[in-house]
């Protein structure tokens, strides 16, 4: 009887022998001839990548010879080579001209997603994409004979139905990943390497530099000591998050893991204590491919090159329909429909962030796919119903996560001693910040509103309404926040009341995921986001719509769904001496000041969930105006999406409690803390003489 993989395997013999026939063969354009030969000789390398891993290259090759082969795998999208790279989509639009320069730049960013997969030994997902490949070209070869050649329309066709009929394989492969441990790739790689030998780290498939072997070389030369420190707190704040919350972890029998490569000897410490609390680990695959959204995953290696990752983020504009919509919804339903056990045993995702990439400020392209209004609207539409579809088989109420933050070599010459003083600033005493922060809440509770103000080039001038307690006694508007499930310590927070919260938000820089914004301002009206502006380009058009593209998440308006404030005056002042500010992740810099999040509520989808602070007192400030709708108008009630925006404390000019009767609570003037018991988060800024 003929087995699946025999069956796979003759299709991608198939499809190797038509592209090996490519070498001779002319199209009689040579523009086109230069693309397909391109593309030939990638997917050469690509079996020859395949040959070498099945005859156990990865074991006997050298360090040297096994970082040739990874970069070849990725240079042509490399910065230093991207600007002629069929990849860019200027140079392919200017190569083979505005009918099917977008079409063909498509493929060829497709294509470049092959090396996970063939990596991993996912032969399905190898041959559809070569076979996709293949069938594009047999048009072209089809269309020369008869002296038409296709048009832009039909190869949009084609993509068409390739990211529809494979939607159901990448739907059930994805959410395999994230919630079955059977024979996960990442795991097994956290598990089963020597991690002693860096050679390891290639056998992902992902691009390696020199930052991943350095960042695996200097874990594997720390104490197990100070690994444990690493992982346990981490691990820890994923227990608590389900303590603090009441949830039911002996339900639970799986987490996800989220690291950047060359962090496994933590990641392995970290498996090996979630297996104690009952927890099998799965740690799912990145993904460069249309089928999935770009960059999602769980471990992932070194971004080649993100203005190419950038350029190709609205690449759907090329299929995006109601009918691929609906699609897309039913293949998910379906795949967390087969793993309907296993998603009820998800925990929630386990998540290593990492910092210091040199900074990204992405350039605009002209030819890049854009989405339409309409588009717009129906992704915005797609991402919620499929959270919906996601919290039917993953209940919101039942699960958590945990979020840590540790630095990487390319940083520079501070690294190690950054790496000791976020280490410490990680497992900072939890139970200080916890009784300094109840201070700032008794203060708060007796609120009617905020004002926060900047100094020196900071404009903000907000207005913050704060929810009316009840019952003071049992009630409580903000969360006392410690080390659970955000790491470090360090804030408290709650859900604003929209109306009657205005006024402007500004900073004159922010890093918000993984992009730069320069004199980023936001005014709100009643809660809700009305105008926006920043410097990043020469056109207003173009700094709105990076905006609304990457805070607004593509929505007309968002509302304040958080407001806190953030109390790590230590992680501040260590990221000022070692001058590393703008490296920090919002997981830090949130701590570092006074934060507003566009979007929805740190509670979303879990409004009713009773939650209580340390003081037994009830967090009742959860929900807003627009989250109130979630019973009547569920896809208006929620924007899936949530962005910090911090004030750093030099750029705190005040912020101040204004009570019903007008009188007012100094919180923070000028950057310190005022407020009395709040004098031990001024101790950091005494012993650094350099912090003004």
Known sequence: ??????????????????????????????????????????????????????????????????????????????????????????AAVGKLGGELGAELCFLYAELHSLPGFVFRGELEETVIRLEFFVEVYTAFVYGAREGELPSGREVREKIY???????ETAARRRVKETVDPEGCFGAGMILDSDLSDVRYLYGYGEYVTENELETARFLAGLSEETIAAMADTF????????????????????????????????????IGNFEKMGLKAVAPSPSWSALDGWGSGGYRGCIPNRQFVYDHKDDMALFLDRNYMNRRLEVTRAAYGEFRE????????AVVETFGEPDFTPETKGHACR???????????????????????????????????????????????????????????????????????????????????????????????????????????????????????????????????????????????????????????????????????????????????????????????????????????????????????????????????????????????????????EIVAKSNAIADLRDTSPLEAYYNCHTDITIPYDELGELEAVRKDGTRIAIIREGRFVLPGCEELNKAFEEADFVK
């Open 371 to 617: 989405l339409s209004g309409e588009q717009n609207r129906i992704w915005v539409e797609l991402r919620s119903r499929m959270g919906e579809v996601q919290r039917e088989f993953i209940r919101e109420e039942e699960r958590s996560f945990t979020a840590i933050a540790f630095p990487v070599p390319v940083i520079g010459e501070v690294f190690r001693e950054l790496f000791r003083e976020t280490v410490r600033i990680n497992t900072l005493d939890y139970m200080l910040y916890r009784r300094v922060q109840q201070n700032l809440i008794d203060a708060l509770d007796t609120a009617d509103y905020c004002e926060i103000k900047g100094m020196g080039a900071n404009r903000t001038d907000l207005k913050v309404n704060l929810y009316k307690l009840k019952d003071p006694e049992k009630e409580t508007i903000f969360e006392n926040c410690v080390a659970d499930v955000n790491i470090p310590v360090g804030e408290v927070f709650t859900s604003p009341v929209l109306q009657g919260t205005e006024g402007v938000l500004h900073v004159t820089r922010a890093f918000l995921g993984t992009l730069e914004y320069r004199d980023l301002s936001v005014t709100f009206e009643d809660g809700m986001v009305r105008d926006y502006s920043c410097a990043n380009f020469p056109s207003e058009e173009e700094n709105r719509r990076f905006i609304y593209e990457n805070i607004l998440a593509r929505h007309d308006t968002l509302p304040m769904g958080e407001f806190a404030i953030g109390t790590n005056t230590t992680a501040y002042v260590a990221a000022r001496r070692l001058g590393v500010e703008s490296k920090l992740p919002v997981l830090i810099a949130e701590k570092m000041g006074p934060h507003f999040a566009v979007g929805d509520t740190c509670y979303s989808h879990t409004e009713h969930v009773r939650v209580y602070n340390p003081d037994g007192k």
């Open 1 to 90: 009887m003929v087995n699946d993989r025999e069956i796979w395997m003759e299709r991608y013999g198939l499809a190797m022998d038509r592209i090996r026939g490519m070498e001779d063969e002319r199209l009689g354009r040579e523009e086109l001839d230069a693309y397909f030969a391109s593309c030939r000789e990638y997917l050469m390398m690509v079996e020859e990548s395949r040959l070498f891993l099945e005859k156990g290259g990865l074991k006997t090759a050298s360090l040297e010879e096994l970082g040739r082969r990874n970069r070849a795998l990725y240079a042509d999208i490399l910065p230093e080579r991207y600007g002629e790279s069929y990849g860019n989509p200027e």
């Open 161 to 167: 139905w390739f990211v529809s009929d494979y939607a």
């Open 342 to 349: 296993e998603a009820a045993g998800y925990a929630g995702p």
């Open 235 to 270: 691990t820890e704040g994923f227990r608590i998050g389900f303590e603090v919350t009441g949830k039911d972890l002996g339900r639970k029998s799986t987490v996800s893991l989220r690291y950047q490569i060359g962090f496994e000897r933590m990641m392995r410490r970290a």
